[in-house]
C-alpha cells in the first residue's frame, strides 16, 4: 500500500490549490467525518481546502455540556455511597450497589447518546471525530472505571486539550481521574511504583514499541507516583510521591510525571508516533513506514508539537488525497452508523436497543474499548456476525419507526427527543415515495453518487436498475426503491470510505 | 484450485489477474455452481477439531495451579497466596484454585492434563504484543503477519491436488468473539466465520446484493475516468459478505435446533461452548473453533475476580466435555487454553498481580496422558522477578499439530520444536 510512487518528501507537501474539486472535498468530509452531503461538498468546494480545514478544526475547541441527566445521576450515586457506609445489611449493600451500577450505565448511555447526535451535525463531524480519535489513543474504559462522570471528564480534558501542543495534552491526561484509575496510577506509590500507566505511556500514548526500554519504564513508573484524585479532581500525594533521582532515556533527575512526558516528546520517536497513529485511523489499515512520516513528523516537531496544526499538515497533505488512499478504507461501526445517519437526514434514535445494541453488535461498545490499545480497526471490523449486524441497522434505518414496540420508557424518551426537535428517527414512506419520482435510472445514479465513495463499475448500477426495472407495479416500485437504497448501504461498496 | 473446474466457471478466473486470490475468488460462485462442481462431502468420521480457549488479559498461573507447599508461593502471595486446605490438591506439591473442582474432577478421569510453566524466551509484556507472538506462533524478536491456525489451514488447502478444505460454504474455523483472532490470518483468505450471541439478520429478500456481491468485474475508481481496480479491502469484504450469505443461514438453523446434553451454567462464555458443541454435533466440517473470556488482566484487588473467573472457565468447560461425551463427540475435540502471560510472582501492593511472563495451559479431550507435564516454575526469585519458562508455547502447538491435527507441524511453525507427553 506505501505507494513507491508517493515520495515522503512529496507526500506532506499542501495539495496544490488548482486540484482541489468536489471528489476530493467528498473523500475529505468522508474520511474527517462520516458523509459527504452534497451541501457540504458544495461548501468545501467553494471555500477552498485551506478554508475547510479552518473551519472543520477550529483554533478553539467547540464545547459539549455534560448531560443534566449524568449530574442527577452523579448525585444520586454520592449519596448512595453515603447510606451504603451506614446500611446495616449485605443486602442493603448490595441493593445499593446495584442501583448504583444501574445509574451509572444509564448516565453512560446518556453520553453516549449526546456525543453521538453531537457527532452527527455535520458542522461538528471531523471536530468530534478528531476527539474520537484522540480518545482512541488515551484509551480509558467504563468497564474498569465505572464512573459515567469520571469518563466525561476525560473526554473533557481530551476536548480543552485537543488542538493544542501534544505534550500538554498528554500532561492533562495523565491527570485524569479516570485515567488514574483505568491505569491503576491511584495504587501507585513510592514503596511499590505501579507500571502501567508509565508502560503505556511509552508504548501506546507518546512512542511506540521498541523505542524504550523495561528500565526507562520502572525509572518513569516511580515519577508518576503519587498521582491520585477526589471528587474535585487531580490530587497530588507528596506523601506517596518518589521526590528520589530518577533515570529515563539516561537523563538523570528528581522528576515528576510531566518532567518525563517533555523527556518523552524530545525523543526522536516522538516526532512520527501520532502521525502514524492518525494514519492507521484516518488513512489506511495498512502498516506505513516510519520514514514515510519523517518529513510530517520534523513539520510537527517544528510547530510545538501543535495538534492543531497537524491536522491541516495532514487533511491538506498531497499523501491524504492520493488515490490508493481513496474509497479502500474499511468505516468503523460508529463511522458506519453516523454516516448513515448523515447520509439519511436522520436524528440519533435515543433508544439503547436500537443505536446502543446495534453498535456494539457491529464489534464496537462507546467508552468500552476492547483494551488499552484501543481499536485496532480495519478487517477486523469485518466478519459474518458483524456484516450481519450492519446489514440489520441499514435495514432498520430505512424502514417506518415502529412506535408499536417500544415500551412505557422508550416512549417516554421518544416524546422529550421530539420535543427537542429531534424527530426524524428513519426513513418514512414520503421520503421513499419522494424517491420513486426519480425513476430507475435516477434513483440508481442517485444511490450510487452519493452514498458510495469513488465510482463503482456499470454492473453495480445496471444490477440496481433491472432491479427496479422488474416491479410489476407503482406498490412493488415504491417498496422496491426502498429495498434498493437498503441493499446499497448493505452492499460492501459503502462500508469502505 | 479444484482440478475438476468446470469451464463454466472459468469466466471468474480472470478475477485471479485482478489481484483477487483464487481462493477468495471461489466463494463469489453462486452456490448452485459451487455445488454442482464439488465432490460428494468426504466422511467426516475421523475428523479432529481443535476448540481454542482463550483467556485474555493474562492469567495468573500461580494461582490457578497452586504449589501450595512451597513457603516461597507464601511469601511472594502475602495476601493472595491459597491455603493448602483450600486447594484441590493434584500432588503433594501442587493443587487447583478452590473454584475449579468440575475441571479436577477431568484431570482425575484422566481427560485434562495440565502443562506447566509455558512461555517463550525474552517475554513481551505487552498485552498486545504477546498476544500477537501466541497467535502467530512468533518468536519474542520476530513478526509474523499470519497465524498459526491460518498457517494451518494454508497448508491443508495448498496443492493443486488438495480437495478444498472444509467443504464449500463451511467455514473453515468459527470464533466466538468480537474480532477476528489474530490466530486464524493466512496468506490467503480463509473462510472464517464470526459468531456472536445476539446479531441475526433479519429476514429480507437477499437476492439483489447476493448479485452485487458477486457481479464479477466489480471496481471502485477513485475518480470519473479510471480503472475501476478493486482493492483488497473491497475484494475481503466481497469474500466475506459472500460467505456469510450462504453460511448464516445455515448456522443459524444449526444453533437453533441444538439440543445440548448437558446443563451449561448461564453467562457469555459457557453459552458460546453450547453453540461451538451445537455445530459439531450439527457434522460441520469446521476444523478450529475459537472461544474468548476476558479480565484475567487482574491488576488490583484479584482475589475475588480471578476466582470468579476461574469458575467461568471450569465451569464452562466441563458442561462442554460432558455435553461432546454424551453426545459420542468427545473422541473427535481436542480443546486447549491460552493465555497471552502469566502475572508476576510478587502481588503488588493494590492486592493484584502485574503482567509476568509463563503460566500453566489446559489441554482436554477424551484421553489424555497424565496429568502433570513438563516441569513447575522454581520459585527461588529476586524481588519482582518474573518466572523463567520451561515448556515452549510452540512445543504444545506441535504437538497438536502433530498428534491432533496430523499435519506437518514443524513446517507450520517454521521450526523443529520438541513433542509433549500429553497426546499419545
Known amino acids: 500500500m506505501p505507494t513507491p510512487s508517493l515520495d515522503p518528501r512529496e507526500a506532506w507537501k499542501p495539495l496544490p490549490a488548482a486540484a482541489w474539486n468536489s471528489d476530493l472535498a467528498r473523500h475529505l468530509l468522508r474520511r474527517a467525518g462520516w458523509a459527504a452531503r452534497p451541501d457540504e461538498v458544495a461548501r468545501a468546494v467553494n471555500e477552498g481546502l485551506p478554508a475547510t480545514l479552518e473551519r472543520i478544526f477550529p483554533a478553539q475547541p467547540p464545547p459539549l455540556e455534560r448531560p443534566v441527566y449524568l449530574v442527577k445521576a452523579t448525585e444520586r450515586v454520592q449519596e448512595l455511597q453515603r447510606l451504603k457506609r451506614s446500611a446495616p445489611t449485605v443486602e442493603d449493600r448490595r441493593a445499593f450497589d446495584r442501583e448504583e451500577n444501574t445509574l451509572e450505565a444509564a448516565a453512560m448511555a446518556e453520553f453516549s447518546f449526546k456525543w453521538l447526535q453531537t457527532a452527527a451535525d455535520p458542522a461538528r463531524s471531523a471536530y468530534e471525530k478528531w476527539l474520537f480519535f484522540l480518545t482512541d489513543v488515551y484509551v480509558v474504559s467504563f468497564e474498569k472505571v465505572r464512573r459515567a462522570e469520571l469518563i466525561f471528564r476525560h473526554w473533557d480534558v481530551i476536548r480543552q486539550n485537543s488542538l493544542g501542543p501534544a505534550p500538554e495534552l498528554a500532561k492533562a491526561v495523565s491527570r485524569s481521574p479516570a485515567m488514574i484509575d483505568y491505569l491503576d496510577l491511584n495504587r501507585s506509590s513510592r514503596r511499590a511504583p505501579n507500571e502501567n500507566f508509565a508502560r503505556e505511556l511509552f508504548e501506546l500514548f507518546a512512542l511506540g514499541e521498541g523505542n524504550y526500554t523495561e528500565d526507562d519504564i520502572k525509572q518513569a513508573a516511580r515519577a508518576f507516583t503519587g498521582y491520585r484524585h477526589n471528587r474535585e479532581g487531580f490530587r497530588f500525594s507528596t506523601r506517596d510521591h518518589d521526590a528520589g533521582e530518577k533515570t529515563v532515556f539516561g537523563q538523570n533527575g528528581s522528576f515528576v510525571g510531566d518532567d518525563v512526558i517533555d523527556l518523552a516528546y524530545a525523543r526522536p520517536a516522538a516526532a512520527t508516533f501520532l502521525p502514524r497513529e492518525m494514519a492507521r485511523f484516518y488513512l489506511s489499515d495498512q502498516t506505513l513506514p516510519h520514514e514515510f512520516f519523517a518529513p510530517l513528523g520534523e513539520e510537527w516537531r517544528a510547530s510545538g508539537f501543535n495538534l492543531r496544526d497537524l491536522c491541516r499538515r495532514f487533511f491538506g497533505s498531497v499523501a491524504f488525497y492520493h488515490p490508493d488512499f481513496r474509497a479502500s478504507y474499511i468505516k468503523s461501526p460508529v463511522h458506519y452508523y453516523l454516516g448513515l445517519v448523515q447520509d439519511l437526514g436522520l436524528d440519533v434514535i435515543p433508544l439503547e436497543r436500537t443505536t446502543l445494541q446495534p453498535i456494539r453488535q457491529m464489534g464496537q461498545q462507546l467508552f468500552r474499548p476492547p483494551n488499552v490499545r484501543g481499536w485496532v480497526g480495519g478487517r477486523l471490523w469485518v466478519n459474518s456476525s458483524t456484516l450481519a449486524a450492519r446489514r440489520q441497522l441499514a435495514q432498520t434505518l430505512c424502514s417506518p419507526f415502529d412506535e408499536d414496540r417500544l415500551n412505557a420508557d422508550e416512549r417516554l424518551e421518544i416524546e422529550v427527543a421530539r420535543d427537542a426537535g429531534r424527530r426524524r428517527f428513519t426513513v418514512d414512506a414520503d421520503r421513499i415515495r419522494a424517491f420513486t419520482a426519480l425513476g430507475p435510472r435516477g434513483i440508481a445514479d442517485r444511490l450510487c453518487d452519493f452514498f458510495l465513495p469513488g465510482r463503482v463499475d456499470d454492473g453495480y448500477r445496471a444490477a440496481l436498475v433491472d432491479y427496479l426495472e422488474a416491479a410489476p407495479d407503482a406498490a412493488a416500485f415504491e417498496d422496491r426503491a426502498r429495498r434498493a437504497a437498503i441493499t446499497v448501504l448493505q452492499s460492501p461498496e459503502y462500508q469502505l470510505c | ?424
Open chain 2, 1 to 424: 484450485m479444484h482440478p475438476l473446474l468446470p469451464s463454466t466457471r472459468r469466466e471468474f478466473l480472470r478475477l485471479g489477474t485482478k489481484g483477487v486470490g483464487l481462493l477468495a475468488f471461489s466463494r463469489f460462485a453462486p452456490q448452485f455452481l459451487v455445488q454442482s462442481t464439488l465432490a460428494a462431502p468426504r466422511p467426516e468420521k475421523d475428523r479432529r477439531i481443535l476448540v481454542l480457549v482463550q483467556l485474555a488479559g493474562g492469567n495468573d498461573g500461580l494461582n490457578t495451579v497452586v504449589p501450595y507447599a512451597d513457603p516461597a508461593y507464601h511469601a511472594l502471595r502475602p495476601t493472595l497466596a491459597l491455603k493448602e486446605k483450600d486447594v484441590l490438591r493434584l500432588d503433594d506439591h501442587l493443587g487447583l484454585h478452590p473454584s475449579m473442582a468440575p475441571l479436577h474432577a477431568l484431570l482425575q478421569e484422566g481427560r485434562m492434563g495440565v502443562v506447566q510453566n509455558v512461555g517463550y524466551p525474552n517475554p513481551n509484556r505487552s498485552h498486545f504484543r504477546s498476544t500477537e507472538i501466541w497467535e502467530t506462533a512468533s518468536a519474542s524478536d520476530e513478526s509474523l503477519s499470519s497465524g498459526w491456525i491460518g498457517r494451518y489451514l494454508d497448508n491443508a488447502c495448498a496443492g493443486a491436488d488438495a480437495p478444498p478444505f472444509a467443504r464449500d460454504n463451511e467455514p473453515d474455523a468459527i470464533h466466538v468473539s468480537a474480532e477476528v483472532p489474530q490466530s486464524f490470518g493466512g496468506s490467503v483468505p480463509h473462510n472464517t466465520y464470526g459468531l456472536s450471541l445476539g446479531a441475526r439478520a433479519g429476514r429480507d429478500d437477499v437476492a439483489l446484493l447476493e448479485r452485487l456481491a458477486s457481479r464479477p468485474d466489480a471496481g471502485l475508481a477513485a475518480r470519473a475516468g479510471q480503472d475501476h481496480d478493486e482493492t483488497a479491502n473491497h475484494a475481503f469484504l466481497r469474500a466475506t459478505l459472500m460467505d456469510s450469505l450462504v453460511a448464516e443461514k445455515r448456522i443459524q438453523r444449526i444453533i437453533d435446533a441444538n439440543k445440548p446434553e448437558a446443563v451449561y451454567p448461564g453467562g457469555n462464555f459457557a453459552q458460546s461452548l453450547r453453540n461451538v458443541a451445537g455445530l459439531i454435533a450439527a457434522g460441520l466440517s469446521t476444523r478450529v473453533y475459537f472461544v474468548s473470556l476476558g479480565g484475567f488482566d487482574t491488576h488490583a484487588g484479584q482475589l475475588n475476580s480471578h476466582a470468579n473467573l476461574l469458575r467461568q472457565l471450569s465451569e464452562g468447560l466441563a458442561a462442554f466435555q460432558k455435553d461432546l461425551t454424551a453426545r459420542g463427540l468427545d473422541d473427535q475435540v481436542l480443546t486447549m487454553t491460552f493465555s497471552e502471560f502469566g502475572r508476576r510472582p510478587n502481588e503488588n501492593e493494590s492486592a493484584g498481580t502485574d503482567h509476568g511472563t509463563a503460566a500453566p495451559l489446559f489441554v482436554m479431550g477424551r484421553k489424555i496422558a497424565g496429568p502433570l507435564h513438563g516441569t513447575a516454575p522454581s520459585l527461588k526469585l529476586e524481588k519482582n522477578a518474573d518466572l523463567t519458562f520451561s515448556t515452549d508455547f510452540r512445543s504444545v502447538y506441535a504437538t497438536v499439530l502433530d498428534r491432533w491435527m496430523e499435519t506437518p507441524a514443524d513446517a507450520i511453525l517454521g521450526a523443529r520444536h520438541e513433542r509433549l507427553g500429553f497426546l499419545a
